[in-house]
């Protein structure tokens, strides 16, 4: 297949020195500024890109590029401020016999702007147009000597050959993606982020634009607090009708700043900002902070253009503002009432409301905050550009993120992904009701709530998603004061009987255990705890416990290897509070990081939670709550086994047919353009492709075919199954429209007649098949979310499958990992591996299938949803009874491609 298209609508990248081009398809009309660049080449760049130096190349190349589009090619342009920087275009190669469609490529670059990364680029973004077109090779000429565009090959991250022929070499790349192509497209986009955040998180140069000469005006707070919070770099503002507010000096318009600033924070009215914006970038001003809320849908698309047009990151608009609090920078650009305490959180949220609450918390705690963001209306700086500043910014310990929407939930997925293993990424799972729920039209999409997608986006991500802000914070609390539990095993120590018992149970319901201890530990605790103590676990050890005996109990549980966390719950008694032998001071006068976490519960605190100082300036958390400890417990404790465990892989697969499946799926939309259900022939004939095991079957549109049909499937002494179709139908079982058990050819015929009399000419045939032999009913399913992309589900299956809810999720593609979650998280996860002395089922065979099916959905973006159910699971085999699959006219969408958010004007 070859390309007939244009390039979509143009899009903006940043490059590696954080500034911004536009990538889009070459026009008639940049015939002029392509011959520009070609001819402005140095003669040896125009040698090295034509193997000689011709006055008539350029022309040439121009009108090649520029001509109208036609099939088989295709040129992409790099445009920055207006002129072409970068073009790469592609030819397609004459179809050979067996062998994958391939096509010759050509780059050129500007000159004086090699090394920023243009080049790459625009192979990426070419890359992408030619896999949609089918294109599976790159082959490309260059001279040997070309170090530059052989590097530019070479570091792409696709698989590379090279041959040699004198004084030339042949590349030829491989385009198919993998993980080692996706992390170079990783690591590319992470040094643009950070470098293209720079002039916002670390100006040197601040202008507030909008500070009233009113001290209740949002512009004047943000100004007084950059100045009260002794901004190290320099500081103006922008005001009309003064010379100075703040004992800030004031200048009467943008375009009269004596210098460019690396920040400008506009605080003006809706209507003003575009404009304001427009001078700012005519000024080189390189980041915009925008506080104005209630811009109309033109207003923000001409914001967000200018900032592309200009390299300007922006931040909001309709946010509180931004913070940064190293000694270097000092930045409160913010008009919040109180300044963040520096410390080591990075915050991002929406809400400005919430990002008050979270900046509070944080700096009560004595956490403190190293970056604040609060991101508004999110038109382009995002919680994706933050968790890659925080990666790289050496002071962040802590993520904290707050978000109502994901732009890319799959490329947040995957820098989040990268992210935790080095630091807690914390958010709160809002939006958790069923009123969310969509309507459906199969099992699989009727389990599949937002809910659930989320939450699958942040286990597979190893987000630490709590269900408030408080929890959020009692969580971090831990999480900064003490190490990672290893497991879920806790010791819960009170110095009175029935405040354990409350801990134990708190522990239980948040899904950690309390186990019982080994009896030698048992023993040495009950050695140094007074009499009349108890060590079953939890541990009692009575009102008379003094702080040495406290803090030997305490030790000797974190040190022993059966014990994963210590929670300690202390009531104030008449017997040692507030003396020499309290046992609080068992935690404040001694080390506050032992080997295992160590959390307190004082039950006459009166704030929710806050961080006990211990020697050595470590903390120890201390909660108001039993169940506020543990819960913070147990997301420490998923997130620890969350990183212990090795990232999963993709598993190669046999037996794809990738080409043929679009085949399929491209005829049945030719037909259908407005999409719709397969019928049971493309069903199979689609998962045949994928080499997805289903029960034999044959189709009848009679009851002599049907009878002719049982007979050959399941041999004179079979039993066959019938089941009735036509488009829509949904439930079988509901409809009865589902025979078993059928015995000789006579019932299969006899059962066809009931049901062509039951449901008449609205039933288009049925579907033979032999029974299946007993074994685990399962389900599993696909359904394409428009924003997270494929969800695959699994569970319990059969005729319950909606009323038991015994399902769990992952976003495909899943990795080596994910299936083995998905196969152990639901309810009914013992019987696949042996209940009660019972045979596992084939877990490979399983495992194979849900690696297929999430192939399945990966490939296609048509497939809207898929639901096989049941899925018999026996020991010697897996095997999908029923399938039902609809497809929508959704065109490929690359998660992964370097890209900016766009606006479009209603204009």
């Not at 999110?378 to 990666?391: A, F, H, I, P, T």
């Not at 009987?497 to 319901?509: F, I, Q, W």
């Not at 420490?636 to 799926?665: E, F, K, M, Q």
């Amino acid at each position: 297949m070859t390309d007939t298209t244009q390039y979509p609508h143009e899009v903006h990248a940043l490059l590696a020195d954080g500034t911004t081009v536009e990538i889009r398809a070459a026009r008639p009309q940049d015939r002029d500024e392509v011959l520009r660049m070609h001819e402005e080449m140095s003669q040896e760049d125009q040698r090295l890109r034509f193997f000689a130096a011709n006055p008539r190349y350029p022309g040439a190349t121009a009108d090649r590029i520029c001509a109208p589009a036609h099939s088989g090619y295709r040129a992409l342009v790099a445009v920055a401020h207006g002129r072409v920087v970068g073009v790469a275009e592609y030819t397609v190669l004459p179809a050979v016999p067996d062998a994958p469609l391939s096509a010759d490529i050509a780059l050129a670059v500007a000159g004086g702007r090699h090394g920023q990364g243009i080049g790459t680029l625009l192979l990426e973004h070419l890359v992408h147009a030619a896999r949609d077109a089918g294109i599976r090779t790159f082959t490309a000429d260059a001279l040997a000597e070309n170090h530059a565009v052989l590097k530019v090959f070479a570091d792409l991250g696709l698989r590379t050959s090279r041959h040699f022929d004198g004084a030339e070499v042949r590349c030829i790349v491989h385009l198919e993606e993998d993980e080692h192509y996706l992390s170079a497209v990783d690591e590319r986009g992470r040094i643009a982020d950070v470098a293209s955040l720079r002039p916002l998180l670390r100006p040197e140069s601040v202008v507030v634009v909008g500070a009233g000469r009113r001290p209740g005006s949002v512009g004047r707070a943000v100004l007084r607090n950059l100045r009260s919070g002794g901004f190290a770099g320099r500081l103006h503002a922008v005001n009309p009708h003064a010379d100075a507010i703040e004992w800030t000096p004031t200048h009467p318009s943008v375009a009269s700043l004596p210098f460019a600033p690396d920040l400008t924070v506009l605080a003006v009215p809706a209507k003003a900002v575009p404009e304001t914006a427009e001078q700012c970038g005519k000024l080189g001003v390189r980041a915009l902070v925008v506080v104005t809320a209630g811009l109309d849908t033109d207003q923000a698309a001409a914001l967000l253009a200018t900032c592309r047009h200009h390299d300007m990151r922006l931040v909001g608009p309709n946010c509180l503002g931004i913070a940064h609090t190293d000694d270097q920078v000092r930045l409160n650009a913010t008009f919040a009432a109180h300044p963040p305490l520096p410390g080591v959180a990075g915050i991002a949220v929406q809400s400005g409301g919430v990002g008050i609450a979270l900046l509070e918390h944080f700096s009560r705690l004595g956490i403190g905050v190293s970056s604040f963001l609060s991101l508004g209306d999110k038109y382009d700086v995002s919680g994706n550009d933050m968790l890659q500043w925080w990666e790289s910014d050496q002071g962040t310990e802590l993520a904290v993120l707050h978000l109502e929407s994901f732009g890319n939930p799959r490329a947040f997925s995957r820098t989040a992904r990268r992210v935790a293993r080095s630091m807690p990424v914390l958010t709160v799972d809002a939006g958790r009701s069923d009123a969310g729920r969509r309507a459906a039209a199969s099992h699989t999409a009727a389990a599949a709530t937002p809910t659930m997608t989320r939450q699958a986006l942040f286990t597979q991500a190893g987000i630490i998603a709590t269900r408030s802000i408080g929890e959020l914070v009692d969580t971090a609390a831990l999480l900064h004061a003490q190490p990672l539990p290893a497991g879920i095993r806790v010791a819960v120590v009170s110095n009175a009987g029935g405040a354990g018992v409350l801990a134990a149970d708190a522990c239980v319901d948040a899904g950690l255990t309390v186990p019982a201890l080994d009896p030698g530990l048992a023993g040495e605790l009950l050695e140094v705890l007074p009499p009349g103590a108890a060590a079953a676990n939890p541990v009692d050890t009575t009102a008379a416990v003094t702080a040495d005996r406290m803090r030997a109990c305490v030790d000797r549980l974190a040190a022993h290897p059966a014990v994963d966390a210590v929670l300690v719950v202390l009531v104030p008694t008449a017997l040692a509070t507030g003396t020499r032998d309290d046992p609080l001071l068992a935690l404040t006068d001694a080390p506050g990081r032992r080997a295992r976490p160590v959390a307190a519960v004082l039950l006459d605190q009166d704030t929710p939670v806050r961080l006990l100082t211990a020697a050595d300036d470590a903390t120890i958390p201390s909660y108001a709550e039993p169940q506020s400890a543990a819960r913070a417990l147990a997301h420490a404790a998923r997130y620890g086994r969350w990183r212990a465990d090795p990232p999963g892989t993709i598993p190669p697969l046999s037996g794809i047919d990738r080409s043929g499946a679009n085949a399929i799926v491209e005829e049945y939309l030719a037909e259908h353009p407005d999409g719709g259900w397969l019928d049971p022939c493309d069903c199979a004939a689609l998962l045949d492709r994928y080499r997805i095991p289903q029960l034999p079957w044959a189709w009848a549109e009679d009851e002599d075919t049907a009878a002719r049909a049982a007979r050959r499937l399941t041999g004179p002494e079979g039993r066959a199954a019938l089941k009735a179709y036509w488009p829509g139908l949904v439930h079988k079982s509901d409809q009865g429209a589902l025979r078993l058990d059928l015995e000789g050819e006579e019932a299969v015929r006899m059962a066809f007649l009931d049901l062509r009399t039951r449901f008449g000419e609205h039933m288009t045939g049925a579907i033979v098949q032999p029974m299946a032999r007993r074994g685990t009913e399962l389900f599993t399913g696909v359904v394409q979310d428009e924003v997270f992309g494929p969800l695959v589900l699994f569970g319990l299956g059969g005729t319950a499958t909606e009323l038991l809810a015994d399902h769990a999720a992952r976003l495909a593609p899943l990795t080596d990992r994910d299936v083995h979650a998905l196969m152990t998280a639901p309810r009914c996860a013992p019987l696949l591996f042996g209940y009660r002395g019972g045979s596992a089922v084939d877990l490979e065979g399983l495992e194979q299938l849900l690696l297929r099916v999430s192939r399945l959905a990966s490939d296609l973006p048509q497939l809207a949803e898929a639901d096989l159910n049941p899925v018999v699971a026996q020991p010697d085999g897996v095997v999908a009874l029923d399938v039902r699959i609809r497809l929508l006219p959704r065109h490929a969408h690359d998660p992964y491609l370097r890209q900016l958010r766009q606006l479009r004007s209603n204009r």
